[in-house]
């Protein structure tokens, strides 16, 4: 298992530009939504939301850009997913350090 001293500055740049993206109520909560494998659209994702699908894009966009999700065209609708099911693990722990 690698330990942050074995990380080159390239990964710690990488990971650090990954929770700064994750760092938003909105974008913690698409996250959640998405565990466990989910695979959703921006509409079914601003919908549970509550927010214009506008701001959900935008918030998909940062967390793709990132590298925090990926998404997958299937006729007219993109889903979305967690790029890596380890990101789940964060997802968990923020749960447990927040209850």
């Known amino acids: 298992m690698n330990t942050v001293k074995d990380l ?4 710690l740049e ?3 530009s990954m929770l700064k993206a994750i ?18 659209t921006v509409t ?12 959900t894009s935008h918030h998909l966009g940062i967390l793709k850009d990132k590298g ?9 609708n993109t ?3 967690l790029k ?3 990101l789940a693990k964060i997802m968990e722990c ?3 350090c927040t209850t």
């Open 44 to 55: 079914e994702i601003h919908e549970k939301l509550e927010i214009e699908q506008s701001t």
């Open 84 to 86: 890596n099911d380890s």
């Open 8 to 11: 080159r500055i390239e990964q």
């Open 68 to 76: 925090v999700l990926a998404s997958k065209r299937e006729g007219k």
């Open 94 to 96: 923020l749960n447990k």
């Open 23 to 40: 760092a938003h109520p909105m974008r913690i909560a698409i996250l959640n939504f998405l565990e466990d494998g989910n695979r959703m």
């Open 79 to 81: 889903f979305y997913f």
């Open 14 to 16: 990488q990971a650090a």
